[in-house]
């Protein structure tokens, strides 16, 4: 295992951490897990650019990484509406989105097809990352709560995550349609040559 993928597994072990120390009563922790989030994410930052230009892309890499990344934050995100911090309907938008965009990705790749990112997917995440940050600091009582503040950051959140979902779909349209098309037309072939088989077997019974 390379050292990218040893980053990337870092932060998914980190995740059980920092969520025992997030919902602690005991403030120390609290602390501590704001420390443990801006580590994993950190990480993430890291494993990319190691595996970038130290040539250590893998296919385990490019499951894990965003596999990692939708952890952490859907976790933090699950914590904060266990402690009353944090309203279920972001992550009811958080969770819909990455199952959505997920299922398009299997879709695609039993069929081959590989549908390409975007830069609103990394914008989605910094933000995403950035937000959660700012309420562990609120949760931990290192920051006083801004209601201003809170909200703009909530609600970016939710739109940027929202809106990179559409455009994720829009920009491989294209290739969703075309492959759809070309499924509909290899069925149809078959089809035609189910009933061309049959026709022949008819014709050699009669003669």
């Not at 050292?3 to 072990?13: C, P, W």
């Not at 059980?16 to 580590?39: A, E, G, Q, R, Y």
């Not at 859907?74 to 009811?92: D, E, Q």
Request: aromatic share 14%; proline share 1%; with cysteine.
């Amino acid at each position: 295992m390379n050292t990218a993928n040893k980053l990337t597994f870092l932060r998914i072990i980190m995740i059980p951490v920092f969520m025992f120390t997030v919902l602690s009563n005991n403030l120390v922790l609290n602390k501590i897990s704001l420390v443990i989030f801006i580590v994993a994410a950190l990480t993430d930052t890291l494993d990319g650019y190691i595996a970038r230009n130290y040539n250590q892309i893998t296919n385990l890499g490019k499951f894990l990484d965003p596999l990692a990344d939708k952890l952490l934050v859907i976790s933090a995100l699950i914590c904060f509406v266990y402690t009353n911090i944090l309203s279920p309907w972001i992550v009811i938008i958080v969770i819909a989105r990455e199952l959505m965009i997920t299922g398009f990705r299997t879709i695609a790749a039993k069929e081959g097809i590989v549908l390409a990112a975007n830069i609103f997917g990394k914008i989605k995440t910094v933000i995403q990352m950035i937000t959660v940050i700012y309420t562990i600091f609120i949760h931990s009582q290192i920051l006083s709560y801004n209601t201003t503040l809170y909200y703009l950051l909530w609600g970016l959140t939710a739109v940027i995550t929202v809106y990179s979902g559409y455009r994720y779909i829009w920009d491989n349209k294209k290739i969703i349609i075309k492959n759809w098309q070309r499924r509909i037309f290899v069925l149809y072939l078959k089809e035609q040559m189910f009933y061309y088989e049959r026709w022949l077997l008819w014709k050699k019974k009669k003669h």
